[in-house]
């Protein structure tokens, strides 16, 4: 069974940087584009961008290019979503997706990890 | 980037009734369409993948059609389960983008 588990909810301050992680399990992590999808709260579904994992190969949202680093480390089947300096309009709801090619439907998707920040 | 338009943004319908939402994209992206539901606190999934195809294991009642630019997604005698918020996106191009959802309750 294919599986992408996240890490837990976060609480942070403006400013401070995060890192969240998603796993996979139960495919060749290496075969499959890796995503993530913004949810702010009440609101709609933003793709943010992939990674490749056997080369790291990245492409980012438009609006989300410089705001936030993919990263993936495919010995641990182990995708990452990165902040420097995090702001409170980052507060949502982020999902991991995987995805069959750079451009295709998502399939399976992680149980999403709450990120709210606040002072 | 590639809008898409999704219309309405709500609806409510009796149990039975026939529902249909429409997504419209800013170009012609083929039949680059899918359709997800998703019920509060958790993950969209995947009902309907290139416009027409019902994913394995979703209900009959769940269909979609159109091509290019025009879009039509339709719950055939709508259950007390099919409540939830419905999405279209488009994977013609990146970045992949989503309709704003119609959240769809029961009268």
């Known amino acids: 069974e294919v599986q992408l588990v996240q890490s837990g909810a976060e609480v942070k301050k403006p400013g401070e940087s995060l890192m969240i992680s998603c796993k996979g399990s139960?495919?060749?992590?290496?075969?499959?584009?890796i995503g993530w999808v913004r949810q702010m709260p009440g609101k709609g579904l933003e793709w943010m961008g992939i990674i490749y994992p056997r080369d790291s190969d990245t492409r980012y949202s438009p609006s989300f290019q410089g705001q936030v680093t993919l990263a993936v480390d495919e010995s641990i089947a182990t995708a990452y979503l990165q902040w420097t300096s995090l702001k409170a309009s980052d507060t949502a709801v982020y999902f991991c997706?995987?995805?069959?090619?750079?451009?295709?439907?998502?399939?399976?998707w992680g149980q999403g990890t709450l990120v709210t920040v606040s002072s | 980037d590639i809008q898409m338009t999704q219309s309405p943004s709500s609806l409510s319908a009796s149990v039975g009734d026939r529902v249909t939402i429409t997504c419209q994209a800013s170009q012609d992206i083929n039949y680059y369409l899918n359709w997800y539901q998703q019920k509060p606190g958790k993950a969209p999934k995947l009902l309907i993948f290139?416009?027409?195809y019902l994913e394995p294991g979703v209900p009959s009642r769940f269909s979609g059609s159109g091509s290019g630019a025009d879009f039509t997604f339709t719950i055939n005698s709508l259950q007390p389960e099919d409540v939830a918020t419905y999405f279209c996106?488009?994977?013609?191009?990146?970045?992949?983008?989503f309709g704003g959802g119609t959240k769809v309750e029961i009268k």
């Open positions: 139960g495919y060749i992590f290496t075969n499959y584009w």
């Open positions: 996106q488009q994977y013609d191009n990146l970045p992949l983008t």
């Open positions: 290139d416009s027409v």
């Open positions: 997706v995987i995805q069959t090619g750079s451009t295709s439907m998502i399939r399976d």
